[in-house]
């Protein structure tokens, strides 16, 4: 079995595993050649309008297909991706613009939150600052609205 | 033609064609040991000041000829070069001091900000985020004040 | 002498030459898979416990022995390290869990602040903002909390 089809049946494998939306934004974000990381960590909504501003200038200024986006929010930024979120339209609209939106499930378990208090179809890792780590260590930029 | 020579024509070519402080500072920056980019993206004055106390610390600690350092101002954080910042007196010092200051021109135009509207001899960008993510990716340390 | 003798040289030359606490930190850091530099630049206390719960959570979820971990306070955020700081108790666990917790020198003669006004056992860095930046060129990931 050559290189790119192990790529290939790995990438099946995830897409069978894993949930969906996750599996395929880290397999089409590898290839792409921008990657960015946006840090949520405020309770504030104008740094959750902000981010999301960002993210889409980035995919108007580079092409949504050029650029991997992630946003990962944690500690008091969590509120921005609760069902409540006064963010809520936008945050869907991002995901369906093929940005990942990930929530931190440390922050999750300190403030008492599932799964089924959050945003749908937003993505999950256990720990935020983590995340945010390995991202830069893979190559993304890494920005703090 | 050598490589030396290639890229002094570059230099000279680049120095006709685009806005004289740009060109410089990006051909300068090229070459300098250490490389920094601020964010400034809140509407707090005292960010200002922190982000132009932390370059002139940057440059007296390693000096000013051994770092490039930018300043990239956009979304809340624009106010920072307007015609009327509180900051205008210290942003002309730290020009003259050759740290290079540049305006999101997106953010300009979702404020109806004119060129005319901003301190004089600043420099613009198309995408402020864009510009962070590019400045990361050419290996300049980012520090988000 | 080989390699891996002269880094000892060196570890034993650092650890006499130095104060104990950074030698150490900064001798072991290099070894460590995973490395990460936290800025508190605030003077909300609530911006302290942030780094220091991500500090934490760092440690758990990839393992003290795998991570160097800093804190680099300055400016605004310098409170944090005061002796009266109300994060003082967690800063001195912090630093008991093998986190290098650095305070900038350059805020402290701004602030008329000696080492006596500081939390013991503390590290201390010429500038803040070039720790920060040097970390980043060696590798570090960087959160802004």
Known sequence: MNARRMVLSATFAALLAAPLTGAIAQTAAADKPHKVVFQVSDSDPAKWNLALNNARNVQKDLGKDQVAIEIVAYGPGIGMLKMDSVAGTR???????????????????????????????????????????????????????
């Open 91 to 145: 945050v869907t609209q991002a995901l369906s613009d093929g940005v990942s939106v990930v929530a931190c499930e440390n922050t999750m378990k300190a403030q008492k939150l599932a799964h089924a208090d959050m945003l749908k179809d937003i993505g999950y890792v256990p720990a935020g600052v983590t995340t945010l780590m390995q991202r830069q260590k893979e190559g993304y930029s890494y920005i703090r609205p």
